[in-house]
């Protein structure tokens, strides 16, 4: 029965939720920097002209000077056009422009989002396949082919610390197996580190640990493969 080890969908939810964020967040940013907040500064400057207007008007008024027709005239637009900037707009924020660019588009839209996609693919092509738990059975692994019979070792070097076994075949061909990645990745990897070390490894990639109870070796390991830790 051929075992086939498949990005997990819980990996492949996360990777596509963050490239929608981080791509969502790198949009978001070029609107601020290139629309909004042009927007805004353009806005408050026109406030401010029309605010500097009106109070050197009222002022002039409030000193018991007379206004002649035109600055009249002039008051009372100033007077209307201040009243339409309710509330009076505020100075955009010196923090502002720069954060929204190196940020969100630089941080998440142009250098996140791009490497998120890369991982992405570069997780599926981890893609492993056991053509049949036995002698007569295939590993393939991105475009490396070993055939069972022709496997020389299992590297579990790093299993129990990064999830992460290599068997290695003929002429210096390898197959990297991601547990943390892929799914049903311990059942190819146990058929392998069982084949091997049985003194070690059970077929569930677990380490075999001694009974102190009649010193033969169990099949029950207290430790979990990596994982099933919290």
């Given at each position: 029965m051929p075992v086939v080890c498949e990005l997990r969908t819980k990996r492949l939810v996360w990777l596509v939720v963050y490239i929608v964020v981080c791509f969502a967040l790198g949009v978001w940013g070029a609107y601020d920097y290139w629309i909004r907040i042009p927007h805004d500064e353009q806005r408050?400057?026109?406030?401010?002209?029309?605010?500097?207007?009106?109070?050197?008007?009222?002022?002039?008024?409030?000193?018991?000077r007379t206004l002649n027709a035109d600055e009249r005239k002039q008051y009372e637009e100033s007077?209307?056009?201040?009243?339409?900037?309710?509330?009076?707009?505020?100075?955009?924020?010196?923090?502002?422009?720069?954060?929204?660019?190196?940020?969100?588009?630089?941080?998440?839209?142009?250098?996140?989002?791009?490497?998120?996609?890369?991982?992405l693919q570069?997780?599926?092509?981890?893609?492993?396949?056991?053509?049949d738990l036995s002698d007569t059975g295939v590993l393939r692994g991105?475009?490396?082919?070993i055939e069972v019979?022709?496997?020389?070792?299992?590297?579990?070097?790093?299993?129990?610390?990064?999830s992460i076994a290599v068997v290695r075949g003929p002429a210096g061909a390898s197959i990297e197996i991601d547990d943390y990645l892929l799914q049903d990745g311990e059942k190819v990897v146990g058929f392998f580190a069982n084949r091997f070390h049985p003194s070690e490894w059970t077929t569930e990639a677990?380490?075999?640990?001694?009974?102190?109870?009649?010193?033969?070796?169990?099949d029950d390991a207290t430790a979990a493969t990596p994982t099933e830790l919290p």
């Open positions: 408050f400057r026109d406030y401010e002209t029309v605010k500097g207007s009106f109070d050197s008007l009222q002022k002039k008024a409030d000193e018991g007077k209307k056009r201040v009243a339409e900037y309710q509330p009076p707009p505020s100075p955009v924020p010196a923090w502002d422009r720069p954060l929204q660019l190196y940020v969100y588009v630089i941080g998440c839209g142009v250098i996140s989002t791009p490497w998120l996609i890369w991982s570069r997780a599926r092509r981890k893609r492993v396949e056991l053509s991105g475009e490396t082919t019979r022709q496997v020389t070792e299992v590297d579990m070097s790093r299993w129990m610390s990064k677990r380490r075999v640990v001694a009974s102190e109870s009649d010193g033969q070796a169990s």
